[in-house]
C-alpha cells in the first residue's frame, strides 16, 4: 500500500518492554522517525534513525531498521505509566515531504 | 528558550468563513511546517515556509494558504471553510528546512478547529 502502517493499539503491563512496529512505504526515504503525542499536546521527537543505520539506542528507546522489509520498530524498555500516549512513526520521502501513519495507542496499565 | 506557540488554541468557525491561524517557531528557527490532524486522514504534511518563501507543498486545495514574516512567525489562512476542515492545526519549526541533510521538527500545541 502506499501508507505509512502501525498497529492502532498496543497494551503493555509496566516494567515491561514495549514493541511498537511500522512499516513505511519508500526504500528511498532518507530519515525515519518516532513521535511521541500525549493528550492535547502536539508531537514530540522522541528519535530518529537515518536510513544507511540499522539500529540506534537512545536510554530506553531502541529503533531497529530492516530497510529490505521497509519495517521500523520502537522499544521502549521498562515501560512507565508515562509512556502512555500516541506514537507515530513518519517518513522523509525523496521530495523532503515527511509522511506519517495513522499512531500506535499505547497503554501502560499497572 | 520557549517552544513553538500556537494562537488560538481553540477556535470555532461557521461554514464560508475564513480563518487565520499564527505559529511562532523557537527563536532562531527559520522553518516553519503546516499540518492538518483529524481522525479520519490522520496527519498530513500541509506546507512549509523557510525565510519567507514556500518550499514544499502538500496535497490540499487552495483555499490552504501560508506566509511567513521576516521574523520567521508564519500564519495559515483557511478560506471558504468547510465542514471537513476541522481539525487540529499544528505547526512544527525547525532550524534547517526540511531539505536540508538531518533536521529535528519541534511541535506546537496545536490550534483546533471546529466548523459548524
Known amino acids: 500500500g502506499e501508507d505509512v502502517e502501525q498497529s492502532l493499539f498496543l497494551s503493555v503491563r509496566e516494567g515491561d518492554s514495549s514493541v511498537i512496529n511500522c512499516t513505511y512505504t519508500?526504500?528511498?526515504?532518507?530519515?525515519l522517525y518516532w513521535y511521541k503525542q500525549e493528550p492535547g499536546a502536539g508531537l514530540q521527537l522522541l528519535t530518529y534513525?537515518?536510513?544507511?543505520?540499522d539500529m540506534k539506542q537512545d536510554q530506553r528507546l531502541t529503533v531497529l531498521l530492516n530497510k529490505k522489509d521497509k519495517h521500523l520498530s520502537l522499544r521502549i524498555a521498562d515501560t512507565q505509566t508515562g509512556d502512555s500516549a500516541i506514537y507515530f512513526c513518519?517518513?522523509?520521502?525523496?521530495?523532503?515531504?515527511?509522511?506519517f501513519g495513522r499512531g500506535t495507542s499505547l497503554i501502560v496499565h499497572p | 528558550k520557549a517552544g513553538v506557540t500556537q494562537t488560538p488554541r481553540y477556535l470555532i468557525k461557521t461554514r464560508g468563513q475564513q480563518v487565520t491561524l499564527s505559529c511562532s517557531p523557537i527563536?532562531?528557527?527559520?522553518?516553519v511546517s503546516w499540518y492538518q490532524q483529524t481522525p479520519g486522514q490522520g496527519l498530513q504534511f500541509l506546507f512549509e515556509?523557510?525565510?519567507?518563501?514556500?518550499?514544499n507543498k502538500g496535497n490540499f486545495p487552495g483555499r490552504f494558504s501560508g506566509r511567513q514574516f521576516s521574523n520567521s512567525r508564519s500564519e495559515m489562512n483557511v478560506s471558504t471553510l468547510e465542514l471537513g476542515d476541522s481539525a487540529l492545526y499544528l505547526c512544527?519549526?525547525?532550524?534547517?528546512?526540511?531539505?536540508?541533510?538531518?533536521?529535528?521538527?519541534?511541535f506546537g500545541p496545536g490550534t483546533r478547529l471546529t466548523v459548524t
Open positions: 512544527a519549526s525547525s532550524l534547517g528546512g526540511l531539505a536540508e541533510s538531518s533536521y529535528e521538527q519541534y
Open positions: 534513525i537515518f536510513s544507511n543505520m
Open positions: 527563536s532562531g528557527h527559520r522553518s
Open positions: 513518519a517518513e522523509t520521502l525523496p521530495s523532503y515531504i515527511p509522511t
Open positions: 519508500d526504500s528511498s526515504s532518507t530519515y
Open positions: 515556509y523557510f525565510s519567507e518563501t514556500q518550499r
